[in-house]
């Protein structure tokens, strides 16, 4: 849930809720004018995002597990966690 109140919330509003307020940076050397929800899109990184989607992916699980313990009968079974290696399996796509 902290991920998914910072992290997740802070890339999410920069790609909805874009804005042009520009700022003086720095880039590569040279000062633009750049907006800040723009550079933080620019500067996302796979491993953000991959440790976004699964806290996504754990907090839902989590949620339908207490759901389900509550007496709720619709399961979250369309909703699969990456393997080992990091891969969706291929059910995730179908």
């Known amino acids: 849930m902290k991920i998914l109140v910072s992290e997740a919330r802070a890339l999410r509003d920069s790609l909805v809720h874009n804005s042009p307020k520009f700022e003086l940076e720095v880039v590569g050397g040279k000062r633009q ?3 800040k929800k ?4 620019i500067d996302v990184k796979m491993e953000d995002v991959t440790t976004i989607v699964d806290a996504a992916v ?11 313990a509550h007496g ?3 399961k979250v079974d369309w909703l699969f ?4 290696k990091g891969i969706s399996p291929a059910k995730t796509f179908e």
């Not at 966690?81 to 080992?84: C, G, I, L, V």
Request: hydrophobic share 30%; charged share 35%.
């Open 33 to 35: 004018l750049i907006g």
């Open 38 to 41: 723009v550079r933080s899109i």
């Open 58 to 68: 754990g907090y839902v699980k989590k949620l339908d597990g207490l759901l389900q």
């Open 72 to 74: 709720h009968h619709r």
């Open 81 to 84: 966690e990456r393997d080992e």
